[in-house]
T-cell receptor, first 114, second 114 residues
Framework: AQSVTQLGSHVSVSEGALVLLRCNYS??????LFWYVQYPNQGLQLLLK??????LVKGINGFEAEFKKSETSFHLTKPSAHMSDAAEYFC????????????FGAGTRLTVKP | DTAVSQTPKYLVTQMGNDKSIKCEQN?????MYWYKQDSKKFLKIMFS???????INETVPNRFSPKSPDKAHLNLHINSLELGDSAVYFC?????????????FGAGSRLTVL
């Protein structure tokens, strides 16, 4: 089955600094990849997704991620962190020919310091 | 109008009790899911139903029994609650053939077993 690994359970950046959250996936078939964000006491919201086509995908709130097949990675970035970005971020994968199953990484907590 | 609604939002109960969490979606999706998020924020799929048919049943104790009376509802019943069942349970729904599409999550139901 497909799986994802998020490197770093906790990332701390200063406001205005680059945000980089790492995600590597494992899949025997072409993957569909997702980043979700969870704010305190809320459910998960979709930030962005990759299916096919352009490997650099842009999402909401200035986030983007790049699919790199050779590295089996889908890292999430944002050029300049805002205090409001503090949340838990989850990378997820589903397989293109197995449409009923989505697997999540363990999550990365992003802290933004003033 | 809430797309995926779960009740109750909070549930505190004693070990050994039986409890249910209800989920309803008004998005017309065919597939519904239950995920368990533990204290370390790890999000693990428990069940997936496609138009009332069980698709995924992960290694979950048989004390957990999902019930889908129709494709808009997926309830989770838990018998003989144990301390380790304490977690946040998320319901989600997605269109048929998840593939490129995304899951919509409820706000979560926090279960505390004393």
């Amino acid at each position: 089955a497909q799986s994802v690994t998020q490197l770093g359970s906790h990332v701390s950046v200063s406001e205005g600094a680059l945000v980089l959250l790492r995600c590597n996936y494992s899949s025997s078939v072409p993957p569909y990849l997702f980043w979700y964000v969870q704010y305190p006491n809320q459910g998960l919201q979709l930030l962005l997704k990759y299916t096919t086509g352009a490997t650099l995908v842009k999402g909401i709130n200035g986030f983007e991620a790049e699919f790199k097949k050779s590295e089996t990675s889908f890292h999430l970035t944002k050029p300049s962190a805002h205090m409001s970005d503090a949340a838990e971020y989850f990378c997820a994968v589903s397989e293109a020919n197995n449409n009923n199953d989505m697997r999540f990484g363990a999550g990365t907590r992003l802290t933004v310091k003033p | 109008d809430t797309a995926v609604s779960q009740t109750p939002k909070y549930l505190v109960t004693q070990m050994g009790n039986d409890k249910s969490i209800k989920c309803e979606q008004n998005l017309g999706h065919d597939t519904m899911y239950w995920y368990k998020q533990d204290s370390k924020k790890f999000l693990k799929i428990m069940f997936s139903y496609n138009n009332k048919e069980l698709i995924i049943n992960e290694t979950v104790p048989n004390r957990f029994s999902p019930k889908s009376p129709d494709k808009a509802h997926l309830n989770l019943h838990i018998n003989s609650l144990e301390l380790g069942d304490s977690a946040v349970y998320f319901c989600a729904s997605g269109p048929r053939g998840l593939g490129a599409n995304v899951l919509t999550f409820g706000a979560g139901s926090r279960l505390t077993v004393l």
